[in-house]
């Protein structure tokens, strides 16, 4: 595996690959790498002959009271993990490679998506993981790119942008990996007391048993109703618990396939997390 830290020696470590018409797979990250990051990489091993990967704590997606300075940055375990899952290339710029010396004038803003859920509560968010994102795959000019349906309003917003600006690759989903007890897997776990760490996975066992309910039939809005309560009642501050369509359109009532959100906090660590619900009718 290569590693590289400048744009100059990214796009030399990929010219053979390009010469050669090679697929060029993407896995773009913030690094602190775990299981459900290697899969993504995994499944990029399966579809393209070159694989790269970026770490990159992107601070203009961190609003201010949030933790970009105190984001786990872990390069030199994750860049063995990388290796031994078959990465070809490393790409691991600092800030001003990426952002340069002088002010950026361009933004890129996702409409309508991007103001609910972790847009509401993280304003600017989405406007921080657009503009670094397109300017990776500009950099890396990738035929396939693998995100996670752990942050699936990101990965909505990000089909959204590659289509709408033409951005000639294919964006691949790739499920939530999770820990043993149901958790999501995420860098920011790693901020829980051994506490906080025993009553994270009811974030998931709500999100399951609200599965269940609403294939029995249960109202939407009670079992919505029931999550909040489940998590508040053993301390969590909830943000938000909500139902969409699969595109992330409201839904009022279960009738059709619904994917259910929550985001919570324990302590000053905020954790998020949603399931697909099938209707069977
Ligand atoms: P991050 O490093 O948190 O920016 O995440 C980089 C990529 O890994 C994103 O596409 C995430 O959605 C994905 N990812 C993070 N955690 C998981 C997980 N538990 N399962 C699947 N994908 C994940």
């Known amino acids: 595996m290569k590693t590289e830290t400048t744009i100059q020696g990214l796009t030399a470590s990929l010219s053979p690959a390009r ?15 775990h299981q459900g990051h290697l899969n993504l990489v995994r499944e990029a ?6 694989v790269v990967v970026s770490i990159f704590v992107n601070p203009i997606q961190f609003g201010p009271n949030e933790d970009f300075e105190n984001y786990p940055r872990t390069l030199v375990q994750d860049s063995q993990m990388l290796a031994e899952v078959g990465c070809d290339i490393l790409f691991a710029p ?14 890129i803003s996702v409409s309508g998506i991007t103001n609910d859920l972790c847009g509401a509560s993280r304003e600017g968010h989405f406007d921080g993981v657009a503009v ?27 089909r959204q942008l590659v289509q709408d600006l033409n951005i000639p690759l294919e964006v691949i989903g790739v499920p939530i990996a999770r820990a043993e ?17 025993a009553l994270a996975p009811n974030i998931y066992s709500s999100l399951k048993q609200a599965e269940q309910a609403l ?16 998590l508040t009642q053993v301390g ?46």
Do not use: H, W
């Open 19 to 33: 010469g050669a018409r090679k697929m060029i797979g993407f896995v773009p990250t913030m690094g602190n790498l």
């Open 215 to 230: 294939q029995q039939g249960q109202a939407l809005a009670e079992v919505l109703q029931q999550i909040k309560l489940n």
């Open 94 to 107: 600092t800030v001003e490679q990426m952002y340069g010396t002088q002010p950026r004038l361009t933004n």
């Open 236 to 281: 969590f501050d909830v943000d938000y618990v909500a139902a969409r369509s699969l595109k992330l359109v409201p839904v009022e009532s279960f009738n059709q396939d619904t994917q259910l959100f929550v985001a919570a906090k324990l302590g000053t660590t905020r954790l998020i997390d949603n399931v697909f619900v099938k209707y069977t009718g």
């Open 181 to 197: 007890d149901g958790l999501a897997l995420s860098s920011r776990n790693g901020y829980l007391t051994e506490q906080q760490r």
């Open 132 to 158: 670094v994102v397109t300017k990776l795959f500009n950099m890396v000019q990738p035929n396939y790119a693998f995100f996670g349906e752990k942050d699936y309003q990101q990965l909505a917003v990000i």
């Open 45 to 50: 091993r399966k579809l393209c002959d070159v």
